[in-house]
């Protein structure tokens, strides 16, 4: 089994990680459900924190699929690139959709994870290499 955490290191700073990353998203096409930037969330606070972001990515049509097949799966819709700081790199990391929806044990599910892989590898490819934008 392959490890289901994707880490893949950013030549980019956080911000602009985060800016390609939501271009590629639109580009593949995907949506773009929510931007969770925990950095700001902390400013509020008077607190300072390094690169901590998290997009959640899905769509519609796959939402469907996912309900259709187990209704109980829709608690792992939508999902997720944690952007963060580790080692003093920019750092881009997301759990296999194949993996994240193997445990629900349906075909249906396991056809779309694997789909949804190779969606989530082009949005990083995308985002972070030279060529991107």
């Known amino acids: 089994m392959q490890d289901d955490l994707v880490q893949i290191p950013s030549p980019y700073g956080c911000d602009e990680t985060v800016e390609r990353l939501k271009v590629a998203v639109a580009q593949v096409p995907m949506g773009l459900v929510a931007h969770i930037n925990g950095q700001a969330n902390a400013a509020k606070k008077g607190l300072t924190v390094d690169c901590d972001q998290i997009l959640e990515i899905f769509r519609p049509d796959f939402a469907v699929r996912v ?40 075909l249906d599910l396991v056809t779309l994870g694997l789909e949804l892989d190779r969606i989530f590898a082009d949005i990083v490819e995308r985002a972070l290499t030279a060529q991107a934008r």
């Open 67 to 106: 309900w259709a097949a187990r209704k109980e799966a829709g608690l792992d819709i939508p999902l997720r690139l944690h952007i963060y700081a580790s080692g003093g790199r920019t750092m881009t990391a997301y759990r296999r959709p194949s993996q994240v929806f193997a445990r629900y044990d349906h």
